[in-house]
Every structure is written in C-alpha cells, then in structure tokens.
C-alpha cells in the first residue's frame, strides 16, 4: 500500500469534508435563492467527491487491483441560468461575495492539489482519478468565478461580453 497515496486520498478527503461544511454554512447564510442553491450543489458534489474517495481508498486497503472511477461532472454543470433569470437575479449582499469568494479560493485550491497528485502518480488509473477530480474542481472554479463577475456587472457571463458599448 503505497504511502503517499494514502496521505493524498487522506488530505483530498478531509479538504473535501471542510468545503462541504463551509457550502453548508454559507448555504445557510445566503439570502439570494441561487446563491442558496448553488452552495448546496457545491455541498452535494463535496460528498459525492467523499464517497469515491473512500471507496477508492477501501480498495486500495484491501488490497484490490485499482480500477478505472468514474467521476460524475458534478451537480454544478447543470446550474447554468438562462438569460431570464438574469434579469430577474435577486441583489445579493456583500457577505454572499464574500463566501462566493472563499468558495472560489477552496475550488482552486482543490484543484491545484488533484493535478499536482495526478502529476506525481505512477499509477494511470490514480493519474486518471485525480486529474478527474481536478476537472470537476476546475468546472465549479469557473462556475463560481461566473457567478463573482456576474455580481460585479462586469459585462462578462461565463467569459462571453454580454453586452458592448461600441454596439449601435
């Protein structure tokens, strides 16, 4: 049983277990309907991260042979909002940027921690379960930066110009 690998799946467990309760937190603390809601997807793909990190840690006890995991997209891939409820978005506050950017701080984090794992495993089966945790990860960063700019009115939605002052 290979000693780093353990401590990696141990830290990526115990990161996943702390944004979880951070996006349960400020689930809770948000007053904007979908700032509520997208903490608690970000929440729900926290323990769907945890789980099979646990089970691939459990194989590895057992000594099983490593298999390929599939790791779901994430909830998150399906919360992009239409044009509509841009319009209709609520004012948030200053604290939900705040989270959002605490939340945006964890992802990267996160992130950084799979493909740095993912770089040094020998394993392909290993490289392959980080580097798709690191995907998943990468999709809430750019979803949450998303939201962030949006709360700016920057002009951006998703890295796209939504409107241009040179336009007639």
Do not use: C
């Not at 400020?26 to 099979?52: C, P």
């Not at 239409?82 to 950017?101: G, N, Q, R, V």
């Amino acid at each position: 049983m290979p000693t780093e690998l353990m401590k990696a799946l141990k830290t990526a467990y115990e990161a996943e277990k702390e944004g979880l309760r951070a996006y349960l937190k400020y689930a809770k603390q948000t007053k904007v309907g979908t700032g509520k809601n997208m903490f608690i997807q970000l929440a729900l793909d926290e323990i769907d991260h945890m789980e099979l990190i646990e089970k691939f840690t459990e194989k590895i006890m057992a000594g099983q042979p490593i298999e390929q995991v599939n790791v779901p997209k994430g909830r998150l891939s399906k919360f992009m909002p239409s044009t509509k409820d841009l319009k209709l978005a609520e004012k948030s506050e200053l604290a939900d940027e705040d989270a959002l950017k605490v939340a945006l701080t964890h992802e990267e984090k996160a992130m950084n921690f799979y493909i740095n794992e993912a770089s040094k495993a020998t394993d392909p089966k290993v490289k392959d379960f980080f580097n798709k945790l690191a995907d998943v990860e990468k999709k809430h960063f750019e979803i949450i930066k998303a939201e962030i700019d949006f709360m700016s009115r920057d002009g951006f939605w998703f890295d796209t110009q939504e409107f241009s002052v040179e336009e007639n």
